[in-house]
């Protein structure tokens, strides 16, 4: 990865954005449903990037299952 790209993924954890995913004991800043906020990001991100879109909501998607019905150690790994 280059030094640029890096430093987009600094400035989307500088901006919480890496995190929205996940409840505020795991680092995150909203508890309950976040449908609205992954939404959000996803639409800001197309906006600069479709791949980098594309690729939080698929993790974001793929990470579902386990945050809603895992176990807590599977929870706290993701």
């Known amino acids: 990865m280059d030094p640029e790209k890096n430093a987009l993924l600094k ?3 500088d901006a919480g954005i ?3 995913f996940m409840d505020p004991h795991q680092g ?4 309950g449903p976040k449908n609205l906020v ?3 990001v996803c639409l800001e991100l197309a ?5 980098a879109a594309t690729g939080s909501l698929a993790g974001n998607l793929a990470l579902s ?7 807590p150690e ?3 790994t993701t």
């Open 74 to 76: 599977q929870r706290t």
């Open 11 to 13: 400035a989307y954890d």
């Open 28 to 31: 995150g800043f909203i508890e």
């Open 38 to 40: 992954l939404s959000l």
């Open 18 to 20: 890496t995190t929205c």
């Open 65 to 71: 299952p386990i945050h809603e019905r895992g176990t």
């Open 47 to 51: 906006w600069v990037d479709a791949g």
